[in-house]
C-alpha cells in the first residue's frame, strides 16, 4: 500500500530572512517619509507653515553688545509663526544689548534686548566691562551741546572734534606768525560702552519703558564710557586738558564698525605701549600748525 510522503519541513531560519527583509523596507519607508517632509516643509522645525527667524549663532553673555557674528536665521514652525517679537533680518539686532545670558540656538526675541546698557538691571550686571584684550575704558565729560543733545547711546559710534589756538612753527623750530585757532577730527569709531549717571530717555527693543521694574531716568547724560586703546587714552585726555574745545559728533548706524573690537590693535596691544604724549607727538599726529 502505497504511503503519502510526509510534507517538507521550512528548512530552519527561513522566515527570519522576511524578517530583516521587512525591517529593512520599513527603515527605508520612514527615511523617505523624513526626508519627503523636510523638502516640503523647508526644514521647519514641527512641520506646517514656516517662518524665518533670528537665532543665536553661538552663547551670547549678559550686557553684550550684539554683532553679526553672533546670529543666524532659521525656519521654525508652529506657535512661532503667531510670535510678534521675534526678528527676521540679523541687521535689526546688530547693535542692541543682551538683557539676559543667551544660548547658543535659542530664538531672539524683543525681550531678550535693550538698546541701552542702563536699562539692564544692576543686580544681574556681571563687575565687569565687556572689552577686548588690549582695550581700555575711559570716562569722558559731556553735555547737551558737547553730546548731541542726549542722542548718544550705549553702542554707537561717534567722532571727536578738537579746537585749539596754535601758533605756527618754521622748519628751525621758531614761531612763525601769530596764533590762530585750527579745528580737527581727531578720532573716528570711537565705541560708547557705558553712559552715566542719568540715562538717555531711549527704549529698549521691545518699547517698553522699563526692564524688571527699573524705570528709566529722563535727561541728558553727563558722561560717556568708552572703549579705545591706552594709546589713545592719553592722546584724548591731552585734548581734554589743552583743547579749547571738544566736540562729538554721532555716526549714522549705517558707517557703523561691523564688529566692536574682539583682539589687541596691533599699534598698541597692551598698556605697555603707551609711552606719554606731549605737544610734540600732538603735532607730529595731527600736524596741527600745518593747516
Known amino acids: 500500500m ?72 532659521a525656519k521654525v514652525s508652529g506657535s512661532f509663526t503667531s510670535v510678534n517679537n521675534t526678528y527676521t533680518n540679523i541687521n535689526d539686532v546688530k547693535g542692541l544689548i543682551a538683557e539676559i545670558q543667551i544660548t547658543k540656538g535659542s530664538v531672539i526675541t524683543s525681550d531678550m534686548l535693550a538698546r541701552d546698557i542702563n536699562l539692564v538691571p544692576a543686580g544681574a550686571a556681571p563687575a565687569y566691562l565687556p572689552l577686548a584684550s588690549g582695550w581700555v575704558a575711559i570716562t569722558i565729560p559731556t553735555g547737551e551741546q558737547q553730546g548731541v543733545a542726549g542722542h548718544i547711546s550705549v553702542g554707537d559710534y561717534i567722532t571727536v572734534i578738537a579746537s585749539l589756538s596754535v601758533t605756527p612753527i618754521s622748519g628751525a623750530g621758531q614761531t612763525s606768525g601769530p596764533p590762530k ?83 589687541p590693535d596691533p599699534t598698541c596691544p597692551t598698556v605697555l605701549s603707551a609711552q606719554g604724549v606731549s605737544q610734540k607727538e600732538v603735532e607730529a599726529r595731527y600736524h596741527f600748525t600745518a593747516l
Do not use: M
Open 2 to 73: 502505497a504511503v503519502a510522503p510526509a510534507p517538507a519541513r521550512p528548512r530552519p531560519g527561513g522566515g527570519r530572512l522576511f524578517i530583516i527583509v521587512g525591517l529593512l523596507l520599513a527603515v527605508l519607508a520612514f527615511g523617505g517619509v523624513f526626508l519627503l517632509g523636510n523638502t516640503l516643509g523647508g526644514g521647519a522645525v514641527g512641520g506646517g507653515p514656516s517662518t524665518t527667524v533670528v537665532v543665536a549663532k553661538q552663547a551670547i553673555p549678559l550686557r553684550h553688545t550684539i554683532t553679526s557674528a553672533d546670529l543666524d536665521v
Open 181 to 263: 585757532s585750527v579745528t580737527k577730527t581727531v578720532f573716528t569709531n570711537i565705541h560708547i560702552i557705558g553712559l552715566g549717571p542719568a540715562s538717555a530717555n531711549v527704549q529698549p527693543a521691545g518699547g517698553a519703558t522699563s526692564v524688571g521694574g527699573t524705570q528709566t531716568t529722563s535727561g541728558v547724560t553727563s558722561s560717556l564710557t568708552i572703549e579705545l586703546t591706552q594709546c589713545d587714552a592719553e592722546y584724548f585726555t591731552w585734548f581734554l586738558g589743552n583743547a579749547g574745545s571738544l566736540k562729538y559728533t554721532l555716526q549714522s548706524f549705517h558707517d557703523y564698525l561691523a564688529q566692536a573690537p574682539s583682539a
